[in-house]
């Protein structure tokens, strides 16, 4: 999983910690991640047994569904 948001790993500590292989994409002064920097999250991965990459912005989600980010399936999801 690689997460953006927020220019801490706070968020991918919490995914470490429940065993997930979590990569963190911090955005800066920007609202959103873009393809260059989940393709630079990319290398920090071994990516030979991975299936399914979940790439999330937990802080913005409603910016986040009109960015191209190279996926093959985009979904959005919101809390009440």
């Known amino acids: 999983m690689i997460g953006g ?6 968020h991918r500590k919490r995914r470490a910690g429940a ?3 979590a ?5 800066g002064t920007t ?3 873009d393809v260059r920097m989940v393709h630079r999250a990319m290398h920090d991965f ?3 047994d991975v299936e399914m990459l979940i790439i999330e912005n937990i ?5 986040q569904t009109v ?9 959005r999801g919101q809390q009440p």
Request: charged share 10%; net charge negative; with cysteine.
């Open 59 to 63: 802080n913005n989600m409603a910016c």
């Open 5 to 10: 948001g927020q220019p801490t790993d706070n």
């Open 46 to 48: 071994d990516l030979s």
């Open 67 to 75: 960015y191209d980010l190279g996926e093959n399936l985009g979904c």
């Open 23 to 27: 990569g963190q994409i911090n955005t």
């Open 19 to 21: 065993g997930l292989n």
């Open 31 to 33: 609202c959103h991640h």
